[in-house]
């Protein structure tokens, strides 16, 4: 791949430990110089509560929640913000670098691409702004930033969070797509549940034109070529190498 092309990692379901160690590695193969920009696209198997780097506080039975008779896995995401609960939503990971300006102006180069392809889908999304009770709210999807999207009745759409290390950056977020208003009641249910759009339901299998739509607007908005590369087994193997539990928030 060339300077001015993007890896694009096919769609992957996994659990978030693997999601999570994927973005990392991604990460300090970028910062090394030995990986070229990247996007992809992914979702979590079991489903799972994502918490903040930074986070330390959190309900104690968030440890032993079930959904479908699955439990949900918790967590710890290498970026900051509040916790994230993964299920019916569609995560998306930039890892890129030479992005001038201040963190929030990153941000919303970063989420260029989110707004032109969601728009060209009939979805209108635009940046939230801070409120005061972020950062004594665990639930992320509670309140909104102004790195955040919303939609035009307020709620909030794609939520996302940064790691930069050596002028490499991560960028990832969540999208809600099919979330279960009762399973969120459930697990937020010491704070406010987020306001849920119910009418951006879509079916599984359109979940494709979804990533379509994002692909042809990040190669506008990035005006790069993006190249379908998955991981290669020796890939898979150097992160596979790093899956020591620590992602795990109960270990």
């Keep these: 791949m060339t300077n001015d092309q993007f890896r694009l990692i096919p769609l992957l379901e996994a659990s978030g430990k693997v999601q999570m160690a994927i973005d990392e590695w991604l990460l ?7 990986h070229p920009p990247a996007l992809r696209f992914y979702t979590w198997s079991p ?5 903040g780097y930074h ?6 039975f968030w440890e032993n929640l079930y959904w479908q008779n699955t439990k949900l896995d918790l967590v710890r995401r290498p970026t900051g ?19 001038s300006g201040s963190r929030m102006q990153v941000y919303q180069k970063l989420c260029e691409f989110l ?5 060209s889908l009939g979805v209108n999304v635009h940046y939230g702004i801070a409120g005061r009770g972020y950062i004594h709210n665990p639930n992320c999807f509670a309140t909104a930033t102004g790195a955040d999207l919303l939609l035009d009745n307020g709620s909030k759409f794609v939520g996302s969070a940064q790691l930069y290390r050596d002028g490499a950056i991560l960028q990832h977020g969540s999208m809600l797509l099919q979330p279960d208003r009762s399973l969120f009641s459930l697990v937020f249910s010491e704070t406010a549940s987020p306001t849920i759009n119910l009418s951006i339901q879509l079916e599984k299998s359109l979940i494709p034109k979804v990533i379509e739509a994002l692909i042809s ?16 087994d020796l890939e898979w193997q150097q992160i596979q190498s790093q899956l020591d539990g620590s992602y795990l928030a109960c270990n």
């Design 28 to 34: 300090e193969q970028h910062r090394l110089g030995l």
């Design 47 to 51: 489903g799972a509560i994502s918490l």
């Design 55 to 60: 986070q330390r506080r959190w309900p104690d």
């Design 81 to 99: 913000g509040r916790a994230v609960l993964h299920q019916g939503d569609l995560t998306y990971a930039i890892i890129t670098s030479g992005i």
């Design 115 to 119: 707004i032109v392809g969601w728009r």
């Design 217 to 232: 607007a990040a190669e506008t908005c990035f005006n790069t070529q993006l190249v379908l590369h998955p991981l290669t």
